[in-house]
Every structure is written in structure tokens, then in C-alpha cells.
């Protein structure tokens, strides 16, 4: 990642994913010699920055173990990308267009939880299995038999903030931003919200939640509500590019308490957009590309550094590691038949991928918490959060 100003980022290593296990059912995969993984992704629209990394991570998974053996047959693996336009609705159509149109076995993606919510009802009906891969909210699986996924999710990562901003920075008294029309920042802003008040003992440690919808550019008259409060931090998870600019217009109103936010922060958008108003941004993510974690990370870094020539951004990392859960779920399965992937899927332990090693659980969350460190931008030196 393209890094212009100095940013901190909570890193959160998964030392285990936690999948749900159920039973389902499914159609065949299309082609005699070819198995189909979609992937749906917003390569447009406001997210667009988001799926890209997303998807680059997927197709350098599938360029380095571009076939799988299944019953003593070697088949290709194809990618089908579907573009979900960042739209709840373009999310739904795109997955029916895979499973319907492409005849897909199973599916990756996407960015956005709201955009993973609204693919994952048609996958469900439809009996398709769906890796998730950065889609953080509690709700992408809940109630579905036929979801998954290989990151952390919003109560961890919302106590993570918390916890920083509670011993690291000393704060006492915090407002909160949220995207009111995003599922991710919603639920996010709710798990700091309750953790912060249970650090700090005192119900009143909020201060204020402001709101704002996506697409908006215009922050001021939340910020100088903030302003009068005179919190000792903002908590402002949301979509990168309206975050950068509420940090860049609180900046430019004299705000200058700690702003932090959530994983969608980490792309070269937020820099770009709040530019040097970005300075000391701080906020958690899934991987760090200073340390690899796993000889698996080794192998990723070598190959994403010789063909990009940059660093790679932590979805990208997920992107990577849910096409190889994918093709384990696959081998193990022994079947081009989307229901026994599934359940293989659903199966999934000690697999150990760039971002750490996965195992599942029935609930499709993390059962411990895993390791997490505080890095600075450009810098390894690390100290416990």
C-alpha cells in the first residue's frame, strides 16, 4: 500500500477462523475438465478500491495452484468475476448470474457486509457455499448454512479498538461517527460503543453518535456538534473515502484528539483523499506484511512483491487464503458436488494460510482472540495492544 502519511494499524493475526458446520445440498459444477469459483466483488462504484485488492489476492492464489485433483483428475480452475457495483441489489444479481448463468461450485467475495448479506440469501436458497473474506459483521453468517469466512469479526475487532483506545491512549470520554446507511459500521461502532463503556465503568463514556450516509461529503455540521463535546477520541468506522474526509474536515476545524476507524481504512484511497489530514490515523487490520507470520505468508509476500512490486494490503492476504480454504474444502471433498464442498468447507481445521491458521467451530466465530499488535506505517517495531 501506497503509504504518504504516517499510519498506525492495530494488526489482528487470526490464529483460527471459525466457520459453521451444517448440512445443505447443491448442483454439479459446470464442464467435464473445468471446476468454476466465482467471485463476486465491487470492481465499481464506492467500494471499487476495496474489491480490487480483494480479487488480486484471489487471482494470484489461483495463477500459483491454478488446478486441483479431485477422484484422480486433474481440473482447471476458472475464475468468474461478477461485478456487484458496491449496490445491495447488484450484489444479489451477480451471485444468481454466477450460480444461474456460469455454473459456479462455489463463490468468494465480497467486500462489504452489507454487499456479502445481500449475495448470501441467494447462495443460501440456492445451496452454493460462499467464502467470506473481509466481510466482518456477525449477520454474513448468521442463519446461513451455506456461509463462511476466513477474517475476524466486529465484536473482536470492535473490543480491539476499544481496548487501544482505552490503555493506549489514555481516553476516558469518546464520540463516535458511523455510516448509519452501512451494516459494517453500524455494528462496529455498537461493539466499541459497549466495550468502551465497560472499560471505562461509566455508561455515559459516549458522548454522542453522529451519523452519516454513504456517499456524503459534507461533515461539518456533525463535527461541530463533536467539537462542543471535546472528546478525548473519535471512533469513526466506515467506507475509506468518507472517512478520510471526515478526518480531513475535523482537522481542518481544529479537531486534533486521536481519530480511529476499522479495517476498510487500510487502502491507497485514504490516503489520497484526507492526504497529510490522515496523519496518525490508527486502525485495525487483518495482516502485516512486515513479519510473515506462516511459511505460507512467506511464499505470498515473495510472489505479490516480484509480480506488484508494492506491498499488499490485508484483504488481499484474505483474498488469497479463502481460494485455498476453497481448493483444501475441494480436495477434501473429493467431489465437484457443491454440497460436499460445502460441508468440507464447514470441516475446515489446522489449515494454515498467509494470515494465520484455520479452524472452525459450529458458530462461525473465532473462539479465542487472537494475537494482535500495534504497528507503526514503514516501521516493524511492535509493542503489545
Known amino acids: 500500500m501506497k503509504k504518504m502519511a504516517k499510519i498506525m494499524m492495530v494488526t489482528v493475526f487470526c490464529i483460527a477462523l471459525v466457520l459453521p458446520v451444517f448440512a445443505g445440498g447443491g448442483s454439479q459444477a459446470a464442464g467435464a475438465d473445468v471446476i468454476r469459483i466465482g467471485v463476486f466483488e465491487p470492481m465499481t462504484g464506492a467500494n471499487a478500491a476495496g474489491g480490487a485488492m480483494?480479487?488480486?489476492?484471489?487471482?494470484?492464489?489461483?495463477?500459483?495452484?491454478?488446478?486441483?485433483?479431485?477422484?484422480?483428475?486433474?481440473?482447471?480452475?476458472?475464475?468468474?468475476?461478477?461485478?456487484?457495483?458496491?449496490?445491495?441489489?447488484?450484489a444479489a444479481t451477480a451471485v444468481q448470474r454466477l450460480i444461474d448463468a456460469d455454473k459456479v461450485t462455489l463463490i468468494?467475495?465480497?467486500?462489504?457486509?452489507?454487499?456479502?448479506?445481500?449475495?448470501?440469501?441467494?447462495?443460501?436458497?440456492?445451496r452454493i457455499p460462499v467464502i467470506g473474506l473481509s466481510c466482518t459483521n456477525p449477520l454474513v453468517t448468521a442463519g446461513n448454512d451455506y456461509y463462511f469466512r476466513v477474517c475476524f469479526i466486529d465484536p473482536f475487532q470492535g473490543t480491539v479498538m476499544a481496548n487501544y483506545a482505552y490503555n493506549n491512549l489514555?481516553?476516558?470520554?469518546?464520540?463516535?461517527?458511523?455510516?448509519?446507511?452501512?451494516?459494517?459500521?453500524?455494528?462496529?461502532?455498537?461493539?466499541?460503543?459497549?466495550?468502551f463503556k465497560?472499560?471505562?465503568?461509566?455508561?455515559?463514556?459516549?458522548?454522542?453518535?453522529?451519523?452519516?450516509?454513504?456517499?456524503?461529503?459534507?461533515?461539518?455540521?456533525?463535527?461541530?456538534?463533536?467539537?462542543?463535546?471535546?472528546?478525548?477520541?473519535?471512533?469513526?468506522?466506515?467506507?475509506?473515502?468518507?472517512?478520510?474526509?471526515?478526518?480531513?474536515?475535523?482537522?481542518?476545524?481544529?479537531?486534533?484528539?486521536?481519530?480511529?476507524?476499522?479495517?476498510?481504512?487500510?487502502?491507497?484511497?485514504?490516503?489520497?483523499?484526507?492526504?497529510?489530514?490522515?496523519?496518525?490515523?490508527?486502525?485495525?487490520?487483518?495482516?502485516?506484511s512486515e513479519v510473515a507470520a506462516t511459511p505460507a505468508a512467506e511464499i505470498f509476500l515473495k510472489e505479490y512483491r516480484s509480480r506488484y512490486n508494492k506491498e499488499?494490503?490485508?484483504?488481499?492476504?484474505?483474498?488469497?487464503?479463502?481460494?485455498?480454504?476453497?481448493?483444501?474444502?475441494?480436495?477434501?471433498?473429493?467431489?465437484?458436488?457443491?454440497?460436499?464442498i460445502r460441508d468440507a468447507v464447514a470441516a475446515t481445521s489446522g489449515f494454515v494460510g498467509a494470515t494465520g491458521t484455520t479452524t472452525l467451530d459450529e458458530n462461525g466465530t473465532l473462539p479465542r482472540a487472537p494475537l494482535s499488535r500495534l504497528l507503526k506505517a514503514g516501521n516493524s517495531s511492535t509493542k503489545p495492544s
Open 108 to 126: 468468494l467475495g465480497s467486500w462489504g457486509s452489507s454487499l456479502s448479506m445481500a449475495g448470501g440469501e441467494v447462495a443460501r436458497e440456492a
Open 198 to 288: 465497560r472499560l471505562t465503568g461509566n455508561p455515559n463514556s459516549i458522548l454522542t453518535t453522529v451519523n452519516y450516509n454513504t456517499g456524503d461529503q459534507d461533515f461539518s455540521a456533525q463535527l461541530t456538534s463533536i467539537k462542543s463535546f471535546n472528546p478525548d477520541v473519535i471512533f469513526a468506522p466506515g467506507n475509506y473515502t468518507e472517512s478520510a474526509l471526515v478526518m480531513k474536515q475535523a482537522r481542518e476545524l481544529g479537531i486534533d484528539v486521536p481519530v480511529i476507524g476499522g479495517d476498510t481504512w487500510e487502502t491507497p484511497e485514504f490516503i489520497d483523499v484526507g492526504r497529510e489530514r490522515v496523519e496518525g490515523a490508527v486502525f485495525s487490520t487483518f495482516f502485516a
Open 54 to 90: 480483494e480479487v488480486e489476492g484471489i487471482r494470484l492464489a489461483n495463477e500459483l495452484n491454478p488446478t486441483v485433483t479431485v477422484g484422480g483428475k486433474t481440473y482447471k480452475v476458472e475464475l468468474v468475476v461478477a461485478d456487484n457495483k458496491s449496490d445491495k441489489v447488484e
Open 170 to 195: 489514555n481516553a476516558r470520554a469518546a464520540v463516535i461517527v458511523q455510516e448509519v446507511s452501512n451494516d459494517y459500521s453500524v455494528g462496529l461502532a455498537k461493539f466499541f460503543s459497549d466495550n
Open 312 to 340: 499488499p494490503a490485508a484483504v488481499t492476504a484474505l483474498g488469497y487464503d479463502g481460494y485455498l480454504v476453497a481448493l483444501d474444502a475441494i480436495k477434501r471433498a473429493n467431489s465437484t458436488d457443491p454440497l460436499k
